[in-house]
């Protein structure tokens, strides 16, 4: 006996505007020009051309009468390649496209297309001699043999009055209905306010302000880098009628560049299509693009490297075949602006997954991957999960990012590191001041990670290279340590400056893999330059060297042994400025001579030039680190002393490197007078602060003391020379010896020239005198002296007057009168004052003999 028959049937069905609906509530509306570009570039499109024809068409007759609310605005897309009868299949089932099973297709849902619904209830498709049209809700369609899709063949009806009333609504292009035409044109009329009332799509007019405004946006978003990533795509036209709004282009870089670009899409196939994956090498690949943007206002270009990686395999057997079941392989890239772009807007780094995802990164460059992204291409997929309880969605993306990105990114800078400088050197790395909540935001760590551990040339030092890890010295960068930027750069010193954040990350990165960093100090600064020299630097550059290599000689309870260590380290570096020119180094044996003053060091510029330093060219931090550690630095660096004058005059004066010492009293240098007085005035204030009781032995042979008749001795004379008489103003006695030794200054004995002197300095010579008898000067109140200075200047006694005579006895008699007892004449006193033609004798013709 046989079954009964089913009582009910309740098959399952749906209608296809159901399906294209849900479609339509998966996707944002602004998704439709980028599905567009996208299947253009899957179908191996160089060009694609927006534009919005804004006219409305009222040709008759038509196919079909109603088909004539359809012939109002429209959108437009035409690109060069064209709809093959796979596609006008693969077209009629929604949600099912061949692109599924294509490795090359950059679509992975089916639905792309379909996102024309959000704007039109009725999209048309002409490409070679097909003409499409739409028809989901099966309106006007249900009349034909076709329903829901029906084609007509343009070329074999080329006489048809209604297909060309048709093909005019085409008339933004130029087509010729007779000729199969080798491109792809997609109308999409745009949804009347009629037709929304009854749509079962989506309930929403579509205006002609709508369109405009989402193809403003989608221009910028073509300047943001739209064209970096697609495979066969080089220009997009976006039009509004017959106004250009916007054209961009691929420029033809370099012969290299194009085959590379175009080698791309084959060796993702020949990467990914194959069995042998597993065994296949990961593939890097460099491209220099050059994008030109032309509006009708202005052009610009904008210059990027781009670096493709494309990895076998992730390693992990379960996510590659995840993946590849939803068509995603590890191919990543990274696009980086270069500096000699003609931008006007301020970078925004963007995720790309072929085309601009509205996600951004805030970081310096594009990057574009494969990554498992949620159907409407607005966020990747499976974001914001916990910790360990990730799905493969997500571990997907982690390994795009960490492993694929980094290593792409790695591969920009080793790039950009044989290239010129940039304009700021560290612009292309990676962010290390981002929240790090998001899983970009952690690739500064993936990509610091990689240049340590591979010990990469990818530093940039301020000496003009690139340097390794192990080779850079680095330093944070703040006012301070780059005010020695110019002069660590000419003495070829390997210093890499980095940002704040990104130093403190390279220093944690360091320590996470047990890596010595090398830190910019003044102690390997000085190692440097005792190995390297500073012959070939500026004096400019050897004073901020200078500076910096004596930084740590400043810290606050720096020991004065340490302080000490800090100079010799720096003893045989030629970095300290003399006033002979060029720096020098610490002399083996001899100290080098800090000036107390610009005073001091013009007195001394002719003497020991290359031991004197030229405070005008020390800092005052350096001046002031160098005094505060003066006193433990006497074998390196000292104040000159009166002892070393006994080098230092020979040089400064002339006469006084003669040996000749026929002549006690030579004739003075008049014109270096002044150098004379500067440099008694320096010897008093050197005796007050040595607290000397005699003048060093080292002095005594030089030509120092003026006096009269323009003449010069030695600070020290042999005993049989008449001593040198100081006289001033105020004695009792200063007119008449001043008037007679310069009436016979020949026959006149030595008398001071305190014309030279200043008061204090005579003051000085006075008190020198009365300890020191080889200094062989006295003064009119020194009766001894006085004596011994008369008797050899008889001549200008015989020639005074008796009045001066009268003087002269009254002022010896008082002398000897104050002298406290009778004892101190002494013999020799009393021989001189005999000697002196002052007395007169009863017996003798002549009043005196």
Known sequence: MAPPPAAKNFQQHQPITTGLR?????????????????????????????????????????????????????????????FTDEDFVSLSKVGDSRKRHDVAATGKFG???????????????????????LDPHQRWSRDTQEPGGPAWDVIANSDCLEIENHLKTFEAFKIDRTQAMDATII?????????????????????????????EHFA??????G????????????????????????????????????????????????????????????????????????QRVYNYVVQHAMMASSGNEEMDKWARERKLFP?????????????????????FSTLRLPVLTHQPVHIHGLFSIAPDRARLSSSGQSPGYEDLATKWNQYLFTHCASAAWVKVLVHQSSNALDEDDYRLWPRADLSRTDIWSTLDDSVIDLVIKDNLSVWRAINGGCVTFDQGYFSCTDRETEKYATALAQANFPVVYLAGPLFLRVKERAACLARNISLLIPGVVRDFLRKEGTSSKSTDACAELLEYCLLDARKSGLGKKQGSAVFADLGGVAIWPT????????????????????????LFMKAQRLRTLDIDRLSPLVLSIILENLENLASMIKFRTISDLSVDWPSMYPLAASSNRSNDFPRRLERLDDLISSIWMWINARSKEEKLKNFPSSLHDQMLLPINNSRIRRLCTKEDISPTLIVEKSDLLAKFLISATSQNPEAAPPVLDTRLLAP??????????????????????????????????????????????????????????DQSHSEQLTPDIARWMKRLPLFRKSTSVAPFE
């Open 331 to 351: 191919w990543v890239a990274i696009a980086a602006p270069l500096i000699d772009s003609s931008v006007d807007y301020a970078f925004r780094g963007q995720l």
């Open 220 to 225: 910028n978003e073509i300047r943001e880098g």
């Open 227 to 298: 064209l970096l990533f697609l495979k066969y795509i080089r220009k997009v036209i976006i039009r509004i009628d017959n106004n250009v709004v916007l054209t961009a282009q691929i420029l033809a870089t370099s012969k290299r560049d194009s085959e590379t670009r175009e080698q791309l899409p084959k060796d993702f196939v020949n990467l990914y299509a194959s069995s042998t994956i597993r065994t296949a090498q990961d593939l890097f690949k460099v491209v220099n693009l050059a994008i030109e943007y032309t509006t009708k206002e202005e």
């Open 760 to 817: 204090e300095v005579v003051k000085l010579l006075r008190k020198k005198a009365k300890i020191a008898a080889n200094l062989s000067m006295t003064s009119v109140d020194e009766l001894e002296w006085f004596l011994k200075w008369l008797a050899g200047s008889k001549q200008l006694l015989v020639e005074a007057s008796l009045q001066e005579k009268d003087i002269l006895l009254k002022h010896l008699e008082r002398l000897v009168r």
């Open 187 to 215: 109308r999409i009329p745009l949804r009347t306010q009629a037709q929304a009332k009854i749509s079962e799509i989506v309930q929403r007019e579509t205006t002609v302000e709508g369109i405009k405004n989402d193809l």
């Open 579 to 602: 006033v002979s020119g060029p720096p020098t180094k610490f002399p083996n044996s001899q100290p080098l001579f800090l000036p107390r003053d610009q005073a001091e060091m013009q």
């Open 22 to 82: 849900i479609i339509c509530e998966s996707y944002l509306p602004n998704t439709c020009l980028r599905e567009l570009l996208q299947n253009a570039d899957d179908a191996g499109a160089t060009e694609i051309e927006y534009v919005l024809d804004t006219n409305t068409y009222t040709h008759s007759p038509l196919l079909h009468n109603d088909l004539a609310e359809y012939h109002g605005p429209a959108l437009l897309a035409r690109n060069n390649s064209v």
């Open 111 to 133: 639905q792309g297309f379909n996102s024309v619904y959000h704007w039109t209830d009725g999209p048309w498709v002409y490409s070679r001699r097909w003409l499409l049209f």
